[in-house]
Nanobody, 127 residues
């Protein structure tokens, strides 16, 4: 499967952005999806994930209450709505897909869980 992330850009602190990740293939609805981010000189970190059905979502503590992950299986797309953005949210955001169904947050927060990665989209939040 190929993943194409989009929607990044420059926004002022307190603003909002919506990232999209479009997936190729006919089995999108069977994939768990995640968003990760990597800031300069930092390791890649988990942001949010959603189960294949959309019934379960998981968030990093740093974004809980501000970011919302969702998916539209009819459009083969997963979204990350980001509100109340902070300068520390500045990073390249990556979407990822896993073929294996997981049932716990520990499963989804681990990068090694994911089999496919998008190319990343840059989010810059100015203060």
């Amino acid at each position: 499967v190929q993943l194409q992330a989009s929607g990044g850009g420059l926004v002022q602190a307190g603003g909002s952005l919506r990232l999209s990740c479009a997936a190729s293939g006919r089995t999108f609805s069977s994939y768990g999806m995640g968003w990760f981010r990597q800031a300069p000189a930092k390791e890649r970190e988990f942001v949010a994930a959603i189960s294949w059905s959309g019934g379960s979502t998981y968030y990093a503590d740093s974004v809980k209450g501000r970011f919302t992950i969702s998916r539209d299986n009819a459009k083969n797309t997963v979204y990350l709505q980001m509100n109340s953005l902070k300068p520390e949210d500045t990073a390249v955001y990556y979407c990822a897909a896993t073929e294996v169904r997981g049932y716990t947050s520990s499963w989804y927060v681990t990068p090694e869980t994911y089999h496919y990665w998008g190319q990343g989209t840059l989010v810059t939040v100015s203060s």
